[in-house]
Every structure is written in C-alpha cells, then in structure tokens.
C-alpha cells in the first residue's frame, strides 16, 4: 500500500470529505429562486454525498452525482438506497477534468470543497458552460477570513492549495468570469468539526493501533493530525465560504 492508499483508508467511513453541514447546504439553496419543479443538478466531487442526499431531501430533482474515487460513490449509494433516494441520485465514477456533458445542461451545479481541483477560475468558467441561462452555482471556497494573516498560515496554504485567496478578491474573480454573485456566507467552525475533523480524529486513533508498525502509515495519519490542529489554532484566520451565484 502507498501514502494515497492509507489516506483513503483514513476518509472511509467518514461522513463528509470536507467541511460542511446539511444545514448550510439548505441555506445556499434558498438563496435560489424560481427554480424548476424538479431541477437537474450536477454535484462535481460529491464524496461520500453528505450534500448530495441533502439536496435530493429537499429540491426534488435529478442530481448527477460526480467523483473520480469509487469507495465514496460506494458509501453514497448505499445511503441513498436506504433512503430511497436512488431513483433521484445518478452515480458517475469520472473525472471532474473530463466532464463530456453538452453546454447549457444544468439547472443547478454544485460542488461543496472540491472545484479548486479543475483550479478555481478554470472551474468557474467550465461550470458556467455547463449550466443553462440563469442556472445557478453553489460551491464552499476557502478564503483568509482577515487582511492580516500570519505568515506561518499563508505557507500552509501556499504548499496545500494556492487559489485560496482574501473573500473580497474572490468575488471579483467570480464576477469576472461573468456571474452574478447572489449571495455568500461563512462555513461555521462546526461544519469543520462535526462532521469532518472530529470524526477523523477517531479513526486516525484507530488506525494507529492498526498500523502501529507501519511508517508510511503513521506519516499519512500524523499528517492528518496536525492538520487538524493547525485548524484549532488559526481557524480566525482561514475558512470556507459558500459562494451562491447565477449565470
Ligand atoms: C474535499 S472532498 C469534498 C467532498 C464532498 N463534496 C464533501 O463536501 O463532503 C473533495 C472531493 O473531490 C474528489 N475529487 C478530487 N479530484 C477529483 C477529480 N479530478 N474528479 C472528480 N472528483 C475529484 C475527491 O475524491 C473528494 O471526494
């Protein structure tokens, strides 16, 4: 097994791949209007679907569910077979960098933590061809959540994810590439918590006994740990904020 492989092993089984919470996900699709009775909705980089089964619950619609690593489509189906959202949820193993769907497809694209993977300005632009006239955008972006942000914050996310930017120079970026920003607000440091960092920290707990012998692994966990602190101490500094925006 390689460091990627310990890595999935440690996201099994948690309920989300990244910040976020049913309630946020229902307060970004009420800032939409007029939608459709049973909207078509694209969600790129769903994971294990937390969000994905939030919005079939509350939209009604057809949602195409999007991520390239199959252990989480796996954990989405079987939640939405138990729910009996199935016949709503379409499970697709692909690549957000090789989506094939025909221009003006969507009514809605969602995509909770994952768009800065096509690299964010180029993920704006590619969803904005994707959605109809008027179709919205709802996606969680991380940003400095203050002008003055320790240096040792700015390294961490300079060698993690460099399009985190100030939440001001994100919203131009989301206007120049043509929306109309219609609303936005913070993650709260629960959804960091909740349903991502506390759960985590139980199964990196766990897999420490497992691997206890095992250096690639331990690397791949502590990794994971400091992660988690380092969120504890700066998290005045940095977040994730849901963007709702329209074409
Ligand atoms: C931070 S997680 C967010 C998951 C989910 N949206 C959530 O909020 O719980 C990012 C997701 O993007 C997926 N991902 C990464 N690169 C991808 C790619 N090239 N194509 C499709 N999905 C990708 C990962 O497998 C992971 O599920």
């Not at 001001?168 to 960091?192: A, C, Q, R, Y």
């Amino acid at each position: 097994m390689d460091k990627s492989d310990y890595f999935f092993e440690l996201y099994t089984g948690l309920p989300r791949g990244g910040p976020g919470d049913n309630e946020s996900t229902r307060r970004a699709y009420n800032c939409m209007e007029n939608l459709p009775s049973e909207p078509l909705i694209l969600d790129i980089g769903c994971g294990p679907g937390m969000q994905t089964l939030e919005l079939a619950r509350i939209s009604g619609g057809k949602i195409i569910a999007l991520d390239n690593h199959q252990g989480f489509l796996d954990k989405l189906k079987k939640d939405a077979n138990n729910e009996k959202l199935d016949d709503q949820i379409e499970i697709r193993n692909q690549s957000m960098l090789e989506m094939d769907f025909e221009d003006g497809t969507f009514d809605i694209i969602w995509s909770e933590g994952a768009l800065y993977f096509m690299g964010f300005q180029n993920g704006l632009k590619k969803c904005r061809q994707l959605l109809k006239d008027k179709g919205y955008l709802a996606i969680t972006q991380a940003v400095y959540l203050q002008k003055e942000v320790p240096e040792e914050v700015i390294q961490y996310w300079d060698s993690e994810y460099d399009d985190i930017d100030q939440i001001e120079n994100t919203m131009e970026l989301i206007k120049k590439v043509g929306f109309d920003l219609i609303s936005h607000f913070k993650l709260p440091v629960s959804s960091w918590m909740d349903n991502y960092y506390d759960p985590m920290s139980k199964r990196i707990i766990e897999l420490e006994e497992k691997y206890k012998d095992n250096e690639t692994a331990l690397k791949v966990l502590n990794a994971s740990r400091d992660e988690i602190e380092f969120f504890k101490k700066y998290s005045d500094y940095y977040g994730y904020e849901f963007f709702i925006m329209r074409k």
